[in-house]
């Protein structure tokens, strides 16, 4: 799994998010990532595992469809260069 280039859906939800995220920093040659169902709460947890993720050129961030917020995930502190940074509130 360290190996893997692309995850297109990845669906957070709310239980047991905060683990899956972490479980994020384990691939480290990913230069794509989808996450769904996103919740402000998991910004710092997210924060800290893109930071991991060297290579990622492609993020994409939809919200929880039942809230609208803006999230801070601190990606000023990335050595990557990305490619595409989107982010879908609602």
Excluded at 24 to 42: A, G, H, M, S, T
Excluded at 76 to 89: A, E, P, W
Aim: glycine letters at 4%; a positive charge; zero cysteines.
């Amino acid at each position: 799994m360290t190996s893997l280039h692309t995850l297109r859906t990845v669906e957070l939800g709310s239980y047991g998010a905060v683990e899956l995220i972490k479980e994020l920093r384990k691939p480290k040659q990913i230069r794509k990532l989808v996450l769904y169902n996103f919740f402000k709460e998991d910004g710092s947890i997210l924060s800290s595992s893109i930071s991991e993720m060297q290579l990622l050129e492609k993020l994409h961030i939809v919200a929880n469809i039942e809230e609208s917020y803006i999230i801070d995930l601190h990606l000023n502190s990335l050595q990557t260069k990305f490619k595409n940074l989107h982010y879908l509130g609602s």
